[in-house]
């Protein structure tokens, strides 16, 4: 059995309140769970601090919402609080700023973990190389077999011998086996996790590898009002 869960904190330094922020005059949160729920997972799960938030949710039939307590280091943590409480053994931590993550994408890292051999996943896209600069746009490097190498918000790999190499970007969105997730939150928050602002790092740092999977189709992570203001574009473009 699989679940999604979808991590929504109330609070948000450049965005506040961005989970209620509207998209086609629809709240975030809620566009990103209806998208999430078109896919093959048994159940999509919102996890929030905010009763705002959890009203929201609870108008959506057969969306699931659940409060939970405490400041965590990432939304990872948050999700494996809810998960310790789940049988489901493939755990999807879906950002909550992602209205637009491609429901192939999910379905695929979903698949991925049922298989067995993999205990956590990700996603990456081909970016152009405009983008490579932009910190808010987390770079992967990955081996032969599709793991993880290393995530930065620098410009990764430095292209010494010139051009020719396509950078890859990181798409927001975790799965796990739901033992490793149980096991991941209660390591310790470790020094490259802290100096680049990006949760996936504490894995690599323990020695646990990531694999993978490329997604044909970007998405579109909200975090500034620039942001917003083409989620706006986008969801009147598809509609």
Do not use: W
């Amino acid at each position: 059995m699989s679940a999604i869960i979808i991590p929504a904190r109330y609070k948000s330094t450049r965005l506040p309140g961005k989970p209620l922020l509207k998209i086609g005059g629809v709240p975030m949160i809620v566009k990103v769970a209806v998208n999430c729920m078109k896919s093959v997972a048994d159940r999509v799960i919102v996890a929030t601090d905010d009763l705002r938030i959890l009203e929201a949710c609870e108008k959506v039939e057969n969306l699931e919402v659940t409060m939970t307590e405490g400041e965590y280091n990432s939304g990872s943590d948050r999700v494996a609080d809810v998960a310790k409480f789940l049988s489901d053994d493939t755990i999807i931590n879906v950002q909550g700023d992602e209205p637009f993550l491609p429901v192939p994408l999910i379905n695929n890292l979903i698949e991925d973990l049922e298989k067995g051999s993999v205990y956590m996943n990700s996603a990456y896209v081909d970016m152009d190389f405009s983008e490579s600069y932009d910190s808010n746009c987390v770079k992967v490097v990955i081996d032969k077999n599709d793991y993880a190498l290393y995530f930065s918000r620098s410009q990764i790999p430095y292209l010494r011998n010139g051009g020719g190499y396509k950078f890859k970007k990181h798409i927001g969105v975790y799965g796990f086996k739901r033992d490793f997730l149980i096991e991941y939150s209660e390591m310790p928050y470790t020094p490259l996790e802290r100096a680049e602002g990006l949760e996936q790092l504490r894995a690599l740092e323990n020695g646990y590898k990531i694999k993978m999977i490329k997604s044909i189709r970007d998405s579109l992570s909200i975090d500034t009002e620039s942001d917003l203001e083409k989620a706006n574009m986008l969801d009147s473009y598809n509609g």
